[in-house]
C-alpha cells in the first residue's frame, strides 16, 4: 500500500491499580455519529509541510483536546503504522493525564445532509475517554491497534 498521507499522534496512558490505561477519541461528525467499536483513534492530525512530527502530534493533541496534557517522563517514538487508506501514523508513547470533561474540541465545516447546501460545524473529535488495553483494542480503528501492541511491549506487559 502506497502512504497517500502522514499524520503524528500521542498515545497517553496511564497505570489505575493494576490496569494499563489509554486516552482515545471519538471522531466527530455524522459519519462516526452512531460508529463506536473501531471508530475511536488516538489524538493525532496531518502534519503540515514543514513541521516536525512531534510538534505536530502535540499541535493535534491541543486542537482535539483543547489543551496539553500532563506529561511524566520523556515520550518514546513508536513504530509508524500504515491505516488502510494509506495514512502513515508517526506516534508516540507518553505517561500522563488529562480529564476528557476538560475536553473542548476545535471544529470543521461539512455540507450536511449531502449535496442539500445547508453547512454545519461538527467538533473533530466529540469525546474522550480512558479505556483499559482490552477495551481500546475494540474501540481502537484497526489500523492503529499495533500501537497498543508497540505500548505493551515497551511498558513489559
Given at each position: 500500500m502506497r502512504v497517500t498521507r502522514r499524520a503524528a499522534g500521542?498515545?497517553?496512558?496511564?497505570?489505575?491499580?493494576?490496569?494499563?490505561?489509554?486516552?482515545?477519541?471519538?471522531?466527530?461528525g455524522p459519519f462516526w455519529a452512531k460508529r463506536d467499536?473501531?471508530?475511536?483513534?488516538?489524538?493525532?492530525?496531518e502534519i503540515d509541510a514543514d513541521e516536525e512530527p512531534m510538534a505536530a502530534a502535540r499541535r493535534e493533541f491541543i486542537?482535539?483536546?483543547?489543551?496539553?496534557?500532563?506529561t511524566k517522563g520523556d515520550p518514546v517514538a513508536?513504530?509508524?503504522?500504515?491505516?488502510?487508506?494509506?495514512?502513515?501514523?508517526i506516534?508516540?508513547?507518553?505517561e500522563g493525564e488529562f480529564d476528557p470533561a476538560e475536553m473542548v474540541s476545535n471544529?470543521?465545516?461539512?455540507?450536511?445532509p449531502p449535496r442539500s447546501g445547508q453547512r454545519h460545524l461538527f467538533p473533530e473529535a466529540d469525546?474522550?475517554?480512558?479505556?483499559?488495553?482490552?477495551?481500546?483494542?475494540?474501540?481502537?480503528?484497526?489500523?492503529?491497534?499495533?500501537?497498543l501492541r508497540q505500548l505493551e511491549r515497551l511498558r513489559g506487559d
Open positions: 500521542l498515545l497517553l496512558y496511564r497505570q489505575r491499580g493494576d490496569e494499563l490505561q489509554v486516552l482515545l477519541v471519538h471522531p466527530g467499536a473501531g471508530a475511536w483513534s488516538i489524538p493525532k492530525g486542537e482535539e483536546l483543547g489543551s496539553p496534557p500532563e513508536l513504530e509508524p503504522v500504515l491505516q488502510a487508506g494509506g495514512k502513515l501514523v506516534a508516540w508513547a507518553q471544529t470543521f465545516e461539512l455540507e450536511w469525546r474522550a475517554e480512558w479505556f483499559t488495553l482490552d477495551q481500546a483494542r475494540r474501540k481502537l480503528l484497526e489500523g492503529q491497534r499495533p500501537l
